[in-house]
């Protein structure tokens, strides 16, 4: 039972977390204090206070405004990015569970080649050599992607087409495209939603990350990274410029890897079971 409740409070939670980044990112599309690229030089590094929540930047940019338009590159690149390694993943993992032989073995070598290389890694190559921007970081991260989700795709369907419902459609006659719609996709979507959501917090360091090194979203759009980035030159004088976007990507991805661990936990009783 508490092993249970443990499982639900990480549920509860994440989704609380994971909601208030999706809140954020909705307000931001109709409302924030001030635009979010205007640059106001005589209140330039000003406090917190009634006028500025969070204070201003460097430039005077406000800072909470930033944020809340930070909030929504982060889903964009998480959303998208995990939508390409979504349907190129599940497609290859799929079509290696079913054609076996050759076609399952080149697969699984092209993704172990990908593998090799670190996500970021990855990303940071592809980015510098076809060129900065938000649509480079979301390429570069969804084929990241696309490995991870093939390889467990592959797996879980392995798994599902030895049970006997795949067993009694294929001796039915059914042919693979139905029996993958009809009997294994409906039986690894659990699976495959947990590892989305670990795959969308990582999408959103991996954001962060190329933002800050210059690779990511670029000037005048809002991005936590950049942010980061831009922090560092007056981080003595004004140490919440790196806190306040630092603390929106903890967060989003604390929140975002405690709803995964929920959704797994409650979505697959073996494993609660076992845990109990």
Known sequence: ????????????????????????????????????????????????????????DALGRDVASQILAGSRVSILVGVVAVGIGLLFGVALGLFAAFRKGVAEDAIMKACDFVFAFPALLSAIMLTSAFGPGVVNAIVAIGVANVPIIAKLTRATANSALAREYALAARASGR????IAFDH???????ALIVQATIQFAIAILAEAALSYLGLGAQPPQP?????????QTVLYNAPRLAIY??????????????????????????????RS
């Open 1 to 56: 039972m508490r092993v249970l409740l443990r499982g639900n409070f990480s549920l509860w939670l994440g989704a609380v977390l994971t909601g208030a980044l999706l809140l954020m990112a909705a307000v931001s599309l109709v409302w924030t204090p001030y635009p979010p690229a205007a640059i106001d030089i005589p209140h330039k590094l000003a406090p917190p206070s009634l006028a500025h929540w969070f204070g201003a």
């Open 175 to 178: 042919g693979p495209v139905a």
């Open 184 to 190: 294994v996709l409906p039986n690894i979507a659990p």
């Open 223 to 231: 991005s936590w990274g950049r942010m980061l980035s831009d922090a």
């Open 245 to 274: 976007p630092g603390a929106a990507i903890a967060l989003s991805v604390l929140g975002l890897n405690l709803l995964g661990d929920g959704l797994r936990d409650a979505l697959d009783p073996k494993l609660r079971a076992r």
